[in-house]
């Protein structure tokens, strides 16, 4: 693996690229707040004429995606799509062309986060409690807390048990909630599979999320597009696996690995055994989103 060009910031790859599709959570906000300079980095994009799409491993809708970032006061009009494993999973169940939605029962057990149900309206499902009467569980979202990773280990187990399927919008195993990272569903899929479950993952690192991203993109040749993340396992191996440049960011949920005070050399070793541990590869390195 060649080693990756640090960059001081954004404003460094313009030259380079002309499509940018952007993480949110660590990247542009911590789950509760944007970043100071964040929306200063997606103006300056858009100021010279750069495409600019939110791909987000976010188990929630577009929609919803997009009126939480306005509430936290991001101008939406710099973003030219917002695309998050959550639609795209809907869009799925929706359609159910193809395996495993062609043959998905109705009766859903559903692992949701303050009672989103906006992702399953519209889809003709039936919710159940009763692990032993689903067709099959979508985990969208967990509540840990007042749940605990055990809580939904003992709702799984009989359905897995049973061969019933999983669904999986937000393949992420932790992320940011301000200054803490909490358990994502791509845990519980994770406990799942380990139960003997079969799982179908939607979102980054897997392709087919990143036809919608290249739909918003489409005059741009793939070598001009570049996809900025703080996770190695899923927004540098996603961009590696559709053939485009991956830009990886330090002080996201790999923020641990580097501590303040370290030297672009102890990073870039880390940013190596990181790459190697998860089988990815970066082209270059932020430590934080900045213009």
């Known amino acids: 693996m060649g080693a990756a ?8 790859l313009t030259d380079r690229f002309d499509g940018f599709i ?19 980095v997606l103006a300056e994009l858009k100021a010279r004429g750069k495409r600019i799409v939110l791909l987000s491993n ?8 997009r009126k939480r970032l306005a509430e936290m006061g991001l101008d939406l009009g710099l973003l030219d799509a917002v695309v998050t494993s959550g639609e795209a999973a809907w869009q799925a169940l929706r359609r159910r ?7 998905l029962g109705r009766r859903c ?31 969208t979202g967990l509540e840990i807390p007042p749940r605990t990773l055990d809580d939904y ?19 992420d195993k932790v992320a940011p909630v301000g200054d803490r990272l909490a358990i994502s569903p791509g845990t519980i899929a994770q406990v799942y599979e380990e139960l003997g479950g079969s799982v179908r ?45 991956a830009c990886f960011v330090l002080g996201g949920i790999h923020a641990a690995d580097f501590p303040a005070g370290a030297g672009r050399v ?5 940013v190596e055994q990181l790459a190697l541990r998860y089988g990815a590869r970066p082209d270059l390195v932020l430590e934080r989103f900045v213009w």
């Open 5 to 12: 060009l640090f960059a001081g910031g954004v404003g460094e």
């Open 22 to 40: 952007v993480d949110q959570w660590s990247v542009i906000h911590d789950g509760q707040r944007l970043y100071p300079a964040a929306t200063g």
């Open 58 to 65: 976010s188990g929630r809708r577009a929609a919803f995606n």
């Open 97 to 103: 062309a193809g395996p495993p939605f062609d043959t």
């Open 109 to 139: 057990l559903l692992f949701t986060i303050g009672g989103d149900l906006g992702v399953v309206d519209g889809l003709g499902l039936e919710l159940v409690d009763d692990p032993e009467r689903a067709d099959f569980v979508f985990a």
């Open 153 to 171: 280990r003992r709702l799984v187990e009989p359905a897995a048990a049973r061969g019933v399927p999983m669904i999986c919008s937000n393949p």
């Open 201 to 245: 993952y939607i979102g980054k690192p897997y392709q087919p999320i990143y036809a919608a991203c290249f739909e918003a993109l489409a005059d741009i040749p793939r070598p001009r597009i570049v996809a900025i993340g703080d996770s190695m396992e899923h927004d540098v191996k996603g961009a590696n696996d559709a053939g485009i440049a």
């Open 266 to 270: 102890e990073h870039a070793g880390e």
